[in-house]
């Protein structure tokens, strides 16, 4: 009886502790978050879920939304256009602007400054709105925000087609109300969803990739140096950047953003090959190519009217080409322009680039000069071999 009870004894035990670990890996499961830290990505985000969110959009080829993640003066204005000013689009311009014109929403918990390298927690809330607006604008539910519809200049040359009737509403009317009717219908039409955000970095916007699996992200990529000639050179940026210590710590900026966008958006790549890409501002010489290229990534069909638009980024690029001899500052041009910095940019500045940001030149394929003579030899490409995020 003694060795049946023990063998009883023994079953038991076992039975239990098999149940036990079986809860404990239920519990377990079920409570580990999605964490979008640029280091666990790959550890975050299970085969399986990647499998389902690429199998859900392969089902879904004429229906895309896209987010266009960018910093300021790296060429966004010239690829919204690109995406944006198309008659089956509905494309929202910097949407995230408001409230914070000189700061940017990193990670999950950090609003940082765009001028100088500081940043602090902030509460949660502010990312879980920026992203809810996001998700609201590829599902056109725009009536929550009638009272913030946009920032967007209403200059004709700035203004999207999806926009004419709401700007029409507006200075008629004057009532949001009914004009953000007017916006939802207007998006409600079109067969894409795109936005522009450049005060959300890409770690920050992963989470949208499962949350709507009709989504694609592109980040668009640029050589800071050209960057910072920008900056200094657009009036309204260049006024803060007028000595050492300010383009010093604008340089660490940038380089700290591009830097991390390049991290996360490698990791995301390998996730989701066909829904993540980055871009080189410097890879669209072979412009009519390269659109067609990112067009077909993004299910976009070509259309009559990808000519005109491209032919009017040519013409500003033209217009900018015979303002770049004379030292005047400019406020916009959407032409292709990627290397008038070595022309126009004091070498002192570049080497203090140089210094911030090497690493980035490196992962952006693209050289670092030694020496003035070098920087201002315009026989010595920039890019070394090829760019390593190249359309193809």
């Known amino acids: 009886m003694n060795n049946i009870a023990c063998f009883k004894v023994v079953i038991i035990c076992s039975a239990c502790w ?13 409570s580990v978050k999605t964490v979008f830290s640029v280091g666990l990505y790959n550890s975050s985000v299970s085969t399986a879920f990647e499998k389902k969110a690429m199998s859900v959009n392969s089902t ?49 918990d950090l609003l940082c400054q765009d001028l100088k390298p500081a940043c602090e927690i902030t509460a949660s809330n502010q990312q879980k709105i920026a992203l809810r607006f996001l998700l609201d604008i590829f599902d056109c539910n725009l009536q929550p925000y009638d009272s913030m519809p946009t920032d967007i200049n209403f200059k004709t040359e700035l203004l999207p087609p999806s926009w004419f009737e709401y700007a029409k509403c507006k200075k008629s009317l004057n009532k949001s109300l009914t004009c953000n009717t007017a916006l939802t219908n207007s998006c409600k039409k079109t067969k ?13 916007t992963a989470s949208l990739l499962e949350r709507n699996p009709r989504l694609k992200i592109v980040q668009l990529l640029r050589d800071p140096r050209a960057i910072m000639n920008s900056h200094l050179r657009t009036g309204w940026y260049g006024m803060n950047l007028k000595s050492h210590q300010q383009i010093e710590a604008d340089s660490i900026v940038l380089c700290s953003r591009l830097r991390n966008d390049i991290l996360a958006g490698k990791s995301l790549m390998k996730l989701y090959p066909d829904r993540v890409r980055l871009l080189q501002y410097e890879d669209f010489k072979n412009l009519d190519e390269k659109v067609q290229k990112l067009y077909k990534f993004l299910n976009m069909e070509l259309i009559s009217q990808q000519n005109n638009i491209l032919q009017s980024l040519k013409e500003d690029n033209s217009l900018h080409a015979k303002m770049s001899s004379t030292n005047v500052k400019y406020e916009r041009h959407d032409g292709f322009h990627p290397f008038l ?18 690493d980035v030149l490196r992962e952006l394929g693209l050289r670092q000069f030694k020496t003035e003579e070098e920087y201002r030899d315009l026989t010595q490409n920039v890019v070394i071999d090829k760019l390593p995020f190249e359309l193809m």
């Open 341 to 358: 910095f070595r022309e126009q940019m004091d070498w002192v500045i570049a080497e203090t680039v140089h210094k911030h940001c090497g």
């Open 192 to 204: 894409h969803r795109i936005a522009k955000v450049l005060r959300i970095d890409l770690e920050g």
């Open 18 to 30: 098999v149940l036990l670990v079986i809860l404990l890996t239920l519990f377990t499961d079920n």
């Open 60 to 108: 879904l080829p004429d229906r895309t939304d896209v987010l266009l993640v960018a910093y300021m003066r790296t060429g966004s204005t010239f690829l919204g256009k690109v995406l944006g000013w198309r008659d089956d689009v509905f494309f929202w311009f910097e949407p995230l602007r408001k409230d914070r014109n000189w700061q940017y929403l990193r990670g999950n």
